[in-house]
């Protein structure tokens, strides 16, 4: 009974803590403009929601459920096409294809829009958001279905090879009319387009679809079905044992976490206002692998403060290594475009080696802030001991 | 035949392509075989011995230029073995992987720094790099040599596994790591060899490979690498006889697609180009998802029981 | 006459040259605790993989509570012997034992029939272990294998996943509160009948050896399984965990009136708790009988017990 209050009061307290965040982020939507000195902030925030959540859905696959899959990017460019596809409005439609001549001329947001106003442009976004999840997932599916039962190096390669040819198709001449071929896909519905009046939602609508699609995903670990996934990544071989379907697990874990993917890639097409295949290469999957790393493996928080961390490190705090100047040492030599890379590169490494377990390990940001209470209650009791005496 | 004719250039330069691509392989299905490990950072290491000659020619002759690339290419390679994933040989697999992925990942970004994004280009060396006729084409004499220099020292290397202490010790190691430490095989001199063995190679694949293809840049040895590994496992992983035989096959027919155009289009059989260029690297990869889903285990390769 | 639980019926397992299981024949029925026995390497394990569908067999059937589960034609160096006169017999699980005549042969092939709907056809069944958890039998392993990164409740409660009718969605929005309930609650009189409810929350890997074993055979027991398969619950034992293991096995026969095939080197254990024992060598089924009977066969003592019983005095 006392448990069951516990969390009860632990749900609320973390909605409330969401929410507040959230309402936040609105309010940093209004007060800082492009002139501001603290707009990369905006962008961390937009890039990192992206991020964030397509560190956390590749947790769920390789740190919940022990399957280490490389092709997230494949899902994410599929589910950035999809996006883009279609919120293209008819008038542009033909400029953006200019060397085809475009197939789907449906733009779900503009159509919504004009039949139910702004609310109708809203519903059409979401839907787009949601076709995105749903096509990345049915490839995940296909691609599943052969590639599942493979060792997990195997898995790994196979994976990484059906995102090289995704990636290969969207660009084919011959799928021009639907994919626009090896051009960009642009002028769709983008994040400058998220406004009501003067009322900037631009970096607000990024953040909540992270914080929705992150909710969702932590509902589904913290179910029997998260635990499945768990019990199959610590011994499979006794997952199956106690009657736990690994086919079927295996998949239900790929299609959900390439959902998302797809999802994060719709977002970023949002935040970047262009899709280009070329965009998700290997590379992006491997930074995503690392975010989650650096957060540790099989950490929801872990994962979406990894990402925070790697997307302001990388974008914003160690600019000035690219730049010539840094914490106040002049090396324009020295600090020169692509530095931070490096310097960033290192870091990472360094973890790699000696932070195997992450800046989370496999514990959750509630559990560490209990961790941390234990212990203040602890030297608390301690010096009230010392000083009755 | 005209088809074969048509044929004849991609095919070619497919045999030369898949030599190069059959020096990478090595070193991976060696590494493979040995350590279970994908070296995710062994065509970046192909890559940064290009970058490596670039440079070094702007020092000295190319005569000492060469070796002092291999040399140094090679101690790379030994270092990246002793410094990222040494340390991890107890950990579990998923994190040495990582690890080869974030010394990637660092190598890249670190010739992207000191190249300042800028297109580097290949020194041409004299003799390889000179024109021959072959069959009544134009090509370099380096597509001539290739097949043979890569046959020659897989040979070379074939008999030093079969016939050498270390080679033996190399085949222990690969079968029961544990055992062979229990026998007195030094692990780590083992292990050190084959990666020596399997860098030394993909630095003359380098030198073959840009030869050929003279523009380096930091992703360079990306595609290559994979391709590479898609080879090993082809093959056969740990066979390496087996990754020679896949490279070839690979190189071909990547050659192949990227000119199917061409000679499909000379020969009548379609009249506008289908572009099956775009797929020739996805090629390697759709060859790569039929091998594992019917031949796991590669065209040479051995089975594995697991004990339950 | 009790009921048959399982039935294993000219089980073999070949590893390409190796015959790990030869020709097994084995019986359980209801209530009874089975022992199966035999030198390491004797291919105790294996004929458990083969009953818990980890492997195909080479050859044989496995019926279980009456319905074939298992089954398999002769496969790989095995397909050798059927060929020629016995070609006929492929499609059988077994031939007769001497060669029969026509209506006697009729006679026994309806016989097969009506034991196995597949008998004489191409069928071959083998599911995954899942399915024959599903079915009612669960297992424990050699080398405890526990899900090292959950705690003591959530490894039983994991176990229960199998019985759930709830879906990823329903589960996800937690609109399966109350199956969720009744499964924790069930876990937690689980956890208590065994001992196991004061460190529920305690990590798996952080009990004792002999406590983890107990969890193991917990986890097995949440399965709701009609038949446990135990692979050496006893080893790493000492004497006196041996005797509280013994008792505890004894408990579930009872208590949760469970049937129990188990494999076992300790013969304290076995002889103090099986009701029939199976003895195998090198893959052949060598004695079967009652305690009292293994104990004075001279072919097991030879193979297994060695010189004559120490303990005696």
Redesign the interface.
Known sequence: MLEKKKDVRKTFISLVAVALFLALVLVLDQVIKPSNKMYMLLTVLQKGSVYALAAVSMNLL?GFTGL?SLGHAGFMVIGAYTYAIFSIPAASRDTVYQYYDAAIRISFPEVLGNALGGFGTVLGVILCVLLAGLVASLFAYLIGL??LR?????L???T???A??IR??L????LGPVTNG?NMLKSFTRISNFKIGAFSLSTFVPVLIAVVSIG?IV??VN???G??F??IR??E???????????KHKM?SFV?SSFFAGVSGATMAMVLSIAQANNYK??MT??I??MV?LGG??SISGSVIGSLLFVATSEWWLRGLDSGKFLGIEAPGVF????R??V???V??VV??FF?KGIMG?RELPQVIDGWRKKLRAKKAAKQEVTSE | MDVLKTALPYVISGISVGGQYALIAIGYTMVYGILRLINFAHGDVFMVAGLMMVYLVTWMPLYLAIPLMIALTVLLGFLIERVAYKPLRTAPRMSVMISAIGVSYFIQNMALYVTGGLNKNYPAIPWISDPVRLFGMETSRVTVITPFLTIALVIALVLLINHTKIGMAMRAVSVDFETAQLMGIKINSVISATFIIGTFLAAIGSVLFFTNFPGVVPTSGAMPGLKAFVAAVFGGIGSVPGAVVGAFIIGICESVIKGLDTILMANGAITEQVGFATFSDAFTFVLLIVILVFKPTGLFGEKTTDKV | MSKNILSVENVTMQFGGVVAVDDLELTVNEGEIVALIGPNGAGKTTAFNVITGVYAPTNGRVCFNGTCIVRNHPAGKMKKLYKGSRADMYTAQFAPEEPLEDEALKAWREGQRALDPYAFTNRVLSPTPDKITALGMARTFQNIRLWKTQTVFDNVLIAKHLRRTSNMFSAAFHANGKEEARQRAEVLELLRVVGLEDVKDELATSLPYGKQRRLEIARALATDPTLLLLDEPAAGMNPQETLELASFIREIRDHFQKTILLIEHHMDLVMGIADRIYVLDFGKLIAQGTPEEIQNNARVIDAYLGVADDAED
Do not use: C, H
């Open positions: 390789n280490f052969p590639v493979l060792k997990s190096d195997y790994a390669i196979a990484l090879g059906f090289e040819i290969s198709i660009q084919w001449g011959k090896s969702l509902m589904l179910s029997t079905y635990r499945a768990k019990a610590d011994d071989v006794a997952a199956e044992a106690m009657g736990i379907d690994l086919a239900i959900v290997v590379a491997y930074e692998l690392l790393v493996i099989g020169r475009n692509g530095f890379l490096v960033f590169s290192i990472i490494m790699v080696l195997r496999d």
